[in-house]
C-alpha cells in the first residue's frame, strides 16, 4: 500500500500555486537518476533556409530556421520524447543543429557538432534528431557549422516541469543575440587578421529599432519595432532569459521591478531576489516578475551591453517594452534605479545555490591552459582543427583509436568518476563563456585572480551546477563532473569568433563504449556518405575550426 506520502505526491499538480509539483515527481527528484516517461512524442520539422528579413528595418540577406527569427519555439514537457526533421535548404552551405545543454545520455550521434558527433547535413538533405527530455527548463537550439548562428540560425527549446517559486503566466523565452547589417561570413574575413568587431545592433526576439531617417540606403528600410511585452498588474510571469549572442555580455533589467532567479541554465536554484542579472553567451535564467507597478505605464526592459567586455555601435538601444496598457504606443520615460559598472563576470556564485542539493568529489585536477597565438587560440598547445568530413564518432566507429593532435582530445576512458579541471586563459579578451556539452559541471571556484594549488580553496559543498560559466583571463574556472555520459563532448568558449579561433577541445568520455550507443548507425554513415559526395572543391570550403 502507498504511504499518505506517496499518494500525495501522485496528486500533486502543477498549478499557480503548486509550481514545485509535478504529478508523480517534483522539484525534489534527482533528475540526473530519475525522468518520467510520459510517451508524449514531440514532432518538429525545421527547414534550414536562406531569407531576407529585415530584423531591425535593416534589410539583408539571412539564415533562419522556416523564415524566422528567432526560429519556433520546440516545447515539451519533462519526460517526452523530441523527434525533430531538419532539411538543408541551404543554397552552398553545409549544416548541422545543436541542443544547447542537453544532456544527451548515451545519445551523442544527436548533439549535433560538426566534425565531433556527425558530418554536417548537405544541401538538400535530412536528417531526423531523436532525444529525450530528460531535464527541464529553458534552452536552445542552434547551428554549430561554422558561424551560421550569428546569421541568425538559432531559436528556442522549452521543457516544462516544475519551478521553485509559484508564478501565474509563463511569457516563454526572450532571446537576446547581437546583430550585424553584414553578413558574418564577411565579417569573418577582417576578424581573422584583426580584432572582433562592434555589431550594428541588438535583437530581443528577432526585433528592434534601427534609426533609417537620415540614411540614404535602400535597404534601411526603418520598419524595425521594440520587443514588447503587457503585463497585467498583479500577476506573475516567468520569463526565460536566453543570451543567443556572438559577442554579447549583457545586464538584464526591467525598469521598477525586481525580479526573483529561480533556475540556471536547466537547473532549479534556490531562489534569490535582484534588479539586475548578468548573463553570458549561451546561459539561459529563468526569473518571476510581480507585475506590481500600481499605476500602469511604459517601461524599459534593458538588456545593457557591458561594455568592458565587447561593444555594440548601438548599445544604448538594446531595448524591450513592458507594458500595463495594451493599447499604448508611447516609448517609455522610466530609467533604472541604479546604473550598475559593466563587468565581464557571472552572477555571484554565492547566489547560485541549487536546489536539488548535490555535492562534488575531489579528484586531482587537470590543468586546461588557454593561449593566443597569431590570431588563433591554442589549448595545450595544440589547435583544434576539425574535419567536417571524419567527425571523432565515425573514427571511433572505424576503430581508429588515436585520433589527430588537431582534434585537442582529452581522453576520460574510465566510468563513472569524478574528473576536474582547472581552466585557465591568457590572451586577448575580457570574458569567455565555456560551454560544455554532454553534462552539467559543478563550478568548484571561479575568480579573476590566479589560481594556486597551494592556496586556492575550492568548494565541493553544493556548488552551482550549470553548462555555461565564464573565464576571465589571469584568473581560472575549475569544473567538475562524472564520467557517466559515453561519448565525444565538445567544449568551448562560446564567443562565436573564438569558437571559430579554435578556442575548444573534446572530452572523449569512455571510447570503447560510443559505437554502441550509436542508434542508428546507417543514417550516420548516410549523411556522411552524402556529405563527401557535395563537398568537392567547388563549394564554400572550411575556413575556421569547424565548429
Known amino acids: 500500500m502507498a504511504s499518505d506520502e506517496e499518494m500525495e505526491r501522485q496528486s500533486c ?8 509539483c509535478w504529478g508523480d515527481y517534483s522539484i525534489d527528484t534527482n533528475w540526473y537518476d530519475v525522468t518520467p516517461d510520459t510517451g508524449v512524442i514531440r514532432e518538429y520539422w525545421l527547414s534550414v533556409v536562406n531569407t531576407t528579413l529585415a530584423p531591425d528595418g535593416y534589410e539583408r540577406y539571412t539564415m533562419t530556421f522556416n523564415g524566422t527569427i528567432p526560429g519556433p519555439a520546440l516545447i515539451g514537457d519533462w519526460g517526452d520524447t523530441f523527434v525533430i526533421h531538419v532539411t538543408n535548404n541551404l543554397e552552398n552551405n553545409g549544416t548541422a543543429i545543436h541542443w544547447h545543454g542537453m544532456r544527451q545520455l548515451n545519445n551523442a550521434e544527436f548533439d549535433g557538432v560538426p566534425g565531433v558527433t556527425q558530418c554536417p547535413l548537405a544541401p538538400g538533405e535530412s536528417l531526423t534528431y531523436t532525444f529525450p527530455a530528460t531535464q527541464y527548463g529553458t534552452t536552445w537550439y542552434h547551428s554549430h557549422y561554422a558561424l551560421q548562428y550569428a546569421e541568425g540560425l538559432y531559436g528556442p527549446l522549452i521543457i516544462n516541469g516544475p519551478t521553485t517559486a509559484n508564478y501565474g503566466e509563463d511569457l516563454g523565452a526572450l ?21 572582433p568587431p562592434s555589431l550594428d545592433s541588438t535583437l530581443l526576439n528577432g526585433t528592434n529599432v534601427y534609426d533609417c ?9 526603418g520598419t524595425g519595432k521594440y520587443f514588447e511585452v503587457v503585463f497585467v498588474e498583479g500577476t ?29 541554465d536547466l537547473v532549479p536554484i534556490v531562489p534569490y531576489t535582484t534588479d539586475n542579472l548578468l ?18 505605464g511604459d517601461f524599459w526592459l534593458r538588456a545593457v551591453w557591458q561594455t568592458s567586455c565587447g561593444n555594440n555601435l548601438n548599445a544604448a538601444k538594446s531595448l524591450g517594452i513592458v507594458r500595463y496598457n495594451a493599447s499604448s504606443t508611447a516609448d517609455p520615460t522610466t530609467t533604472p534605479a541604479t546604473t550598475y559598472a559593466s563587468a565581464c563576470t557571472d552572477e555571484p556564485l554565492a547566489s547560485l545555490v541549487p536546489y536539488y542539493a548535490m555535492n562534488a568529489t575531489a579528484s586531482t585536477p587537470t590543468s586546461i591552459a588557454i593561449s593566443s597565438v597569431a590570431g588563433s587560440w591554442e589549448i595545450n598547445g595544440g589547435t583544434l582543427q576539425l574535419n567536417w568530413s571524419d567527425p571523432t564518432i565515425l573514427m571511433d566507429y572505424q576503430n581508429e583509436s588515436i585520433f589527430p593532435t588537431d582534434y585537442n582530445v582529452f581522453p576520460l576512458p574510465t566510468a563513472n568518476i569524478w574528473v576536474s579541471f582547472i581552466i585557465t586563459a591568457t590572451g586577448p579578451g575580457a570574458a569567455h563563456p565555456i560551454h560544455l556539452h554532454g553534462h552539467d559541471f559543478w563550478i568548484l571556484g571561479q575568480a579573476s585572480t590566479a589560481y594556486s594549488a597551494t592556496t586556492t580553496v575550492l568548494n565541493y559543498n553544493n556548488p552551482p551546477r550549470r553548462d555555461v560559466a565564464t573565464l576571465i583571463p589571469g584568473g581560472y574556472l575549475a569544473i567538475a563532473f562524472i564520467t557517466d555520459n559515453p561519448g565525444s563532448w565538445l567544449a568551448h ?33 548516410d549523411t556522411c556518405a552524402s556529405w563527401k559526395t557535395y563537398y568537392t572543391p567547388t563549394v564554400p570550403q572550411e575556413d575556421d575550426s569547424g565548429i
Do not use: P
Request: net charge negative; proline share 0%; aromatic share 10%.
Open 493 to 525: 568558449c562560446h564567443i562565436a569568433w573564438h569558437a571559430s579561433e579554435s578556442l575548444a577541445w573534446q572530452f572523449v568520455e569512455r571510447e570503447s563504449e560510443i559505437t554502441g550507443t550509436l542508434t542508428s548507425a546507417d543514417t550516420f554513415l
Open 175 to 195: 532571446m537576446v543575440a547581437d546583430w550585424d547589417h553584414t553578413s558574418v561570413f564577411k565579417l569573418w574575413d577582417k576578424v581573422k587578421t584583426g580584432g
Open 213 to 221: 531617417t537620415t540614411s540614404s540606403d535602400a535597404a534601411c528600410l
Open 279 to 296: 548573463v553570458a553567451i549561451g546561459q539561459r535564467y529563468d526569473i518571476i516578475v510581480n507585475a506590481n507597478a500600481t499605476n500602469g
Open 13 to 20: 499538480v502543477n498549478t499557480a500555486t503548486s509550481r514545485e
Open 236 to 264: 506573475s510571469y516567468k520569463l526565460r532569459i536566453i543570451n543567443a549572442g556572438t559577442d554579447i555580455h549583457f545586464r538584464f533589467q526591467i525598469d521598477a521591478h525586481n525580479f526573483q532567479v529561480v533556475a540556471m
